[in-house]
């Protein structure tokens, strides 16, 4: 900024009555301006204070030389004092049109250097989820099936009683049907039921496609048991069913083994107890040599060197005649196990409610 001294006051004032002392204020504010841009920082901020300075309408400088310099000048002096006064505004604007240039690249180029991306940052790292247990352990035991022939069919978890008990050959006084231990569901679709077991598929598969069949049914589950350390309303089943002309109890025996081996360890034996199951007969409860102590008896066997695995069985005949198979020809076996029972028991979780709170501490232990 020039001294206001210079500019506020008059020719008459400055004692600059002829055209080369006139010349000469006009070069000393010419040299101020210049040293003035020539020293400025490029900053935005200060730089439209500056402009203002010189150039605003107002009180700029060269407006107050107008005003003090060139209104009152004496008529001889006038057209000097145009003539500088011209010279020094184009010079202005000049040099300040220059400067402008030089404050917004600069402008700009601080700008981006604020948003550049610098790529030798670490990023923001995602942790990947992982598959659940029970997933995970579906996911063996399907392989383990699908490995000798079997595939692998889904269906609803709402049903009928007709599937999930009748053609079951569970009839109605069964105490599987009490109200007890089923959803029955009221509203729309009253008349149905949350699947207890995933063996309604076992019908569902039949009526639809001809033997042989071989199919394992992996899926959800529901009962009104009360949730404790080993229940809950909703658990996870794997349902196997096998019909053809001419398989044998040996057969059923040869799959069981392999699955245990294939799931527990090479070394794992089983053995067949005799138990109930309205579709199966004779009926079984598949144990096999306890994978911790390899059956010489531990806490995990409770001593007996034996863990019961699931419930299995040949095929009873008159399942076959609810689906119209058969039950001369036919023959074949089944077995349902609980996914959530084998993972805990091949995992060492010993509570289930573990399973479903999805704590990352316990899931993490399962990448
Ligand atoms: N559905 C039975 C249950 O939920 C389990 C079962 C036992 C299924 C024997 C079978 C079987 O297919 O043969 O308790």
Redesign the pocket.
């Known amino acids: 900024m020039p001294e206001k001294s210079i500019i506020e006051q008059t020719l008459l004032d400055l004692g600059a009555t002829t055209p080369d002392k006139v010349a000469s204020l006009f070069a000393d504010v010419r040299q101020r301006f210049d040293e003035q841009v020539a020293r400025h920082s490029n900053d935005p901020e200060t730089w439209r204070v500056f402009l203002v300075q010189w150039t605003g309408r107002k009180s700029g400088a060269l407006t107050q030389i107008t005003d003090n310099w060139l209104k009152p000048a004496s008529p001889e002096l006038k057209k000097v004092v145009g003539a500088e006064l011209n010279k020094l505004k184009a010079h202005v604007e000049a040099s300040l049109e220059e400067k402008r240039k030089e404050v917004e690249a600069q402008a700009e180029q601080s700008s981006a250097a604020r948003d550049a991306i610098d790529l030798s940052l670490p990023g923001v790292e995602r942790a990947l989820g992982t598959r659940h247990l029970i997933r995970q352990t579906f996911e063996e035991l399907q392989r383990i099936f699908l490995s000798i022939g079997f595939s692998v069919v889904e269906g609803p978890e709402i049903e009928t009683p007709y599937y999930n008990f009748e053609a079951l050959n569970i009839p109605e006084y069964h105490p599987a049907r009490d109200n007890m231990d089923t959803f029955y569901i009221e509203g729309a679709r009253q008349g149905h039921l949350l699947r207890?077991?995933?063996?309604p598929m076992?019908i569902r598969t039949m009526e639809k496609q001809p033997p042989p069949v071989r199919i394992v049914v992996p899926g959800k589950?529901y009962r009104r048991d009360n949730p404790d350390a080993t229940h809950g309303y909703m658990f996870h089943?794997i349902?196997?069913?096998a019909v053809d002309t001419d398989i044998t109890f040996c057969d059923f025996k040869g799959t069981v083994d392999y699955f245990a081996r294939e799931f527990l360890g090479p070394k794992t034996k089983t053995r067949l107890r005799p138990s109930y199951?309205p579709?199966?007969e004779p009926?079984a409860e598949v144990d096999a040599t306890c994978h911790v102590c390899g059956g010489s008896g531990c806490r995990v066997c409770k001593q007996s060197g034996w863990i019961e695995l699931?419930?299995?069985?040949m095929v009873d005949p008159a399942v076959y005649g609810f689906v119209k198979y058969d039950a001369e020809r036919l023959s074949g076996?089944?077995?349902?196990m609980g996914v959530d029972r084998l993972a805990m028991l091949k995992y060492g979780v010993t509570e289930l409610p573990v399973l479903f709170q999805n704590d990352v501490r316990f899931l993490r232990q399962f990448p």
């Open positions: 207890t077991h995933t063996s076992q589950v089943q349902e196997g069913l199951f579709f199966t009926s699931f419930g299995a069985g076996f089944a077995f349902g």
